[in-house]
């Protein structure tokens, strides 16, 4: 069974402050994505990353996918209490012949004006 | 593009008493759709993998009689809910599998058993 360890689970900041979000595993997988969620709704897909070592930017928002494939982190810069959310990385990985997604167990970032 | 809508939002239902949950893709069609489920301020937890026209597979540990999966048609799949007790409680989230826009998610239902 693939799993995905997400750090940290909870994390309250103040507006201008940088931050770093983890995720790591033991298993490779072919692509990363990060997804945020709003309460009462589902996740919103924000990026997908796919070559070891990849690293895209979202205006202040940065993903790295490890050279292994195995972990990806999240930075961003001068949060905002717009950003302020559960955010959740997800795996896509093949278990008994089926690609499925797999999901870490979240950040819930309260970002204080 | 590859919209998912999920319906209905919230339910509140007896115990004791089936809830049906639709998913369908608005603008594309889903041979395969993924259903989960989310406890308060966690993750999602992939309940079972619904394929259209065949039985759906399910992960270790969901009890296929009592959440009953259908997917009869290549842009809906529902998900009832038999018998709900208040252990049933939860947010059920749908998706409708990978595009190219990536993984799309419904936005979501809210159980609510009495």
């Known amino acids: 069974t693939q799993l995905l360890e997400q750090s940290p689970q909870f994390l309250s900041i103040q507006e201008g402050e940088n931050l770093t979000v983890y995720c790591n595993s033991s298993s490779v997988f072919s692509s990363l994505q990060w997804y945020r969620q709003e309460p009462g709704e589902g996740p919103v897909l924000l990026v997908t990353?796919?070559?070891?070592?990849e690293v895209k930017k979202l205006k202040r928002l940065t993903f790295q996918f490890g050279d292994a494939r195995k972990d990806s982190s999240l930075h961003i810069t001068a949060a905002q209490p717009g950003d302020t959310g559960l955010y959740l990385c997800?795996?896509?990985?093949?278990?008994?012949?089926?690609?499925?997604?797999?999901f870490g167990k979240g950040t819930k970032l309260t970002v204080n004006p | 593009g590859a919209v998912v809508s999920q319906h209905p939002s919230r339910v509140i239902c007896k115990s004791g008493t089936s809830v049906k949950i639709e998913c369908r893709s608005l603008d594309f069609q889903a041979t395969t759709m993924f259903w989960y489920r989310q406890f308060p301020k966690k993750s999602l937890m992939l309940m079972a993998t619904s394929n259209e026209g065949s039985k759906a597979t399910y992960e270790q540990g969901v009890e296929k009689d009592k959440f009953l999966i259908n997917h009869a048609s290549l842009t809906l799949s529902t998900l009832t809910v038999t018998s709900a007790h208040p252990e049933d409680s939860s947010f059920y989230i749908c998706s409708g599998g990978r595009t190219f826009y990536g993984y799309t998610f419904g936005s979501g239902t809210r159980l609510t058993v009495v």
């Open positions: 990353v796919v070559t070891g070592g």
């Open positions: 997800a795996g896509v990985g093949t278990q008994g012949g089926s690609e499925k997604l797999v």
